[in-house]
């Protein structure tokens, strides 16, 4: 087991073409669990395939605590992969599934057999180690393809790439259930490569968003939900993504088409300093109703969708459209809603990037 | 209303039905017809029941000629579909030369079957043959019209140059096929390149080598223009495969009865092959 640095690493697939991945500098702790989160063609596969070494880096290096991987075939490196759809071998059972990776490295099969079932019996997999690989369904071949990570006791990483996209989505609950036991067994680290940010969410402890090759922030669930350090994170996370609007900032409020809405005094010294493209963004579910009397912009309500434990407003703030999420047993009369942006939830963005972070958040 | 939609569909079919049975099942009867009577002309016709079958299977011509027959399939099979296998895994992946190197591939195939014996005819004389000329001029004593087991070598490789692309072409396919994914896997894993090759290609290309199997088997099974026109069936009998025999006895001797119980018998030994190899491919996906 070891800590994975990427030490200023980079990848163009031609050389002097685009950046698959941009320049970056990431350490994945030893025993981690984290989500790397994107859209798809982000460069997330990329950086999976380079860190298992199927693909070798075009700038910087990797390293496996003190040892430097880059140069190193996936072989050789302790590192198991599960792919997108179940990789088995179709005419081995699932015992020989397991043991293929051990017996490739010619060890003894008194400890494959000891080792394998060791690992079955953690995945569930006991009843079924002498039957056909080839005829079990989606989920018990995608935990066998787990299995051939964890089979071995060197492994210092599992990989995921989007392994739970052919698995029924009841049964998908389960395996990422599963997944969470053997972390917390194993204590190993592991990356889940995905796009759906509620595998994501659900799944790490860390989240590694990414956009266009590049490391937008890592963060914790809640600091992606609450400070997300680029507006991509913000659309990306949350159901529905944040609010933005174009703004002036004065003093210490942000001027939205004409509304004065305060924002913390310190974040709107910083994005005076920032300049560039200054945006102000708010959360859909952190805008809250007025009070009697209380100070509060209007928004024109368009439609109001009832989605069970709370209501979506779509509406307008002057020209920009925006989300609010209220209570259920909000009562919404007219056209008309007076909302507050409460100060410690309204962000300012500068040229997309959240001001005053520094380096902190920064990829 | 759904017994009105059937009807329908039986009109529908129809068209099939009737092209099927002019092209298929009315020569196929009239074989069945030919096989169980003596005849002597359009008005004098005798039934003589199984006389027909009895004679061919006691025939030692036709043995001798079913013996080669078999000897000639296996021999193609063994052949081709190891080095249709072997050579498909050369070829490259990706980039300019797969369009290249398929359309070479495909040339062979594309030559008229009696034009494929013709070249080879040409090109295996010991007299002005380039390949004839050549073996001889390194001491060999070469001379396919002459040497039986000449004939045989080169009726083989003439074989083998026609149709070993089409074991490779389809077996590129099944290659082409299988997901990147599945050779990472096996990188991590360790695996070696036979490895890969027994656990992951061999597999994974079952279904394309069923299909290759079935119909080099077949064709080489009922082979007849390229050895007709190489050796025409010499040197004596060498090389007289069965459907050659058949076609002396149906319209070089006029035999009619006995080459159409013997086309029968024929017919029904390739059915019974091919569903045998079609078993035993299948069930192999089941042992386990």
Redesign the interface.
């Known amino acids: 087991m070891a800590r994975i640095e990427l030490n200023n690493l980079a990848h163009q697939y031609a050389p002097g073409g685009d950046y698959a991945l941009q320049p970056m500098q990431h350490v994945w702790e030893d025993g981690g669990a984290y989500a790397l989160l994107g859209p798809s063609g982000c460069g997330k596969t990329t950086l999976l ?1 380079i860190i ?1 070494g ?1 693909l070798q880096p075009s700038e910087g290096r990797v390293m496996f605590g003190d040892r430097d991987v880059t140069t190193l ?3 050789q490196r302790n ?3 599960v ?3 179940p ?1 088995i ?5 699932v015992f020989d599934n397991l043991a ?2 051990l017996r ?2 010619k060890l003894g099969e008194d400890y494959v057999a000891r080792r394998v079932t060791h690992i079955a019996t953690m995945l569930g997999l006991d009843g079924v180690l002498k039957r ?1 690989a ?1 005829n079990l369904t989606a989920d018990a071949k995608q935990k066998i ?1 787990l299995g ?2 964890l089979v071995r006791e060197d492994v210092a990483a599992v990989l995921f790439d989007e392994p739970l996209t052919v698995i029924d989505p009841h049964l998908k609950w389960q395996l990422r259930r599963k997944l969470r036991e053997v972390h917390e067994q194993l204590n190993l680290t592991l990356v889940y490569v995905t796009h759906d940010q509620t595998e994501a969410l659900t799944f790490a402890d860390k989240v590694v968003v990414m956009l266009a090759g590049q490391v937008l922030q890592v963060g914790t669930p809640q600091d992606l939900f609450e400070r997300p350090a680029h507006t991509f994170v913000g659309y990306f996370i949350g159901s529905p993504g944040m609010n933005f609007f174009d703004c002036q900032v004065e003093g210490s409020e942000a001027i939205v088409d004409g509304e004065r809405i305060p924002v913390d005094p310190a974040m709107a010294e910083a994005a005076r300093r920032a300049g560039g493209l200054l945006q102000l963004g708010i959360r859909p579910g952190l805008i809250r109703p007025a009070e009697d009397g209380e100070p509060g912009h209007t928004i024109k309500v368009d439609t109001v969708e009832d989605l069970g434990d709370y209501e979506l407003v779509t509406g307008h703030l002057g020209q920009h459209k925006l989300h609010v999420r209220l209570e259920a047993s909000e009562k919404i009369s007219g056209d008309g809603l007076r909302v507050v942006f409460p100060k410690e939830n309204a962000l300012l963005y500068s040229d997309d990037r959240l001001v005053g972070q520094g380096e902190k958040n920064g990829g | 209303m759904d017994k009105r939609e059937y009807q329908w569909a039986w009109l529908m079919v129809l068209p099939v039905v009737l092209v099927v049975a002019f092209s298929a099942i009315m020569p196929l009867m009239t074989v069945v017809n030919y096989s169980l009577q003596d005849i002597f002309g359009p008005d004098s016709r005798f039934f003589v029941g199984t006389e027909w079958f009895k004679e061919v299977l006691r025939d030692p011509a036709l043995h001798g000629a079913l013996f080669r027959q078999i000897i000639f399939s296996g021999a193609v099979l063994l052949i081709q579909i190891p080095l249709g296998i072997a050579l498909a895994l050369c070829l490259p992946k990706k980039g300019p030369w797969v369009s290249v190197s398929l359309v070479l591939l495909a040339l062979p195939l594309l030559v008229p079957w009696n034009v494929v014996g013709t070249i080879w005819q040409v090109f295996a004389r010991p007299d002005v043959g380039l390949a004839g000329v050549f073996l001889n001029s390194i001491g060999l004593d070469y001379n396919y019209t002459g040497d039986a087991i000449d004939a045989w070598v080169t009726v083989l490789i003439m074989d083998v140059w026609h149709w070993t692309s089409l074991v490779i072409l389809l077996c590129y396919a099944g290659l082409q096929a299988i ?1 990147d ?2 050779y ?2 096996a ?6 390149r036979w ?1 890969v090759f027994r ?2 290609e061999l ?2 290309l079952k279904g394309v080598l069923l299909i290759a199997i079935l119909l080099r088997f077949i064709f080489s099974f009922r082979i007849y223009a390229e050895p007709f026109v190489l050796t025409g069936g010499g040197p004596g009998n060498a090389t007289t495969f069965l459907s050659q025999r058949l076609t002396t006895m149906a319209v070089g001797q006029f035999d009619l009865g006995p080459a159409a119980a013997f086309s029968l018998i024929y017919f029904l030994i390739i059915l019974l092959f091919s569903y045998v190899f079609y078993l035993t491919i299948l069930n192999m ?1 089941r042992e ?1």
Do not use: C, H, W
């Not at chain 1, 071998?89 to 059972?93: A, E, F, K, P, Q």
């Not at chain 2, 990188?187 to 070696?192: L, N, Q, T």
């Open positions: 395939n298992s199927l075939a996936p072989e590192i198991g992969q792919f997108q759809f990789v071998y179709d005419t081995m059972s293929f990776p490739n490295r056909r080839n393809s051939r990570g | 997901p994914a599945f990472q896997a990188r991590i894993d360790g695996a070696s490895a656990y992951i597999p994974k996906d386990g």
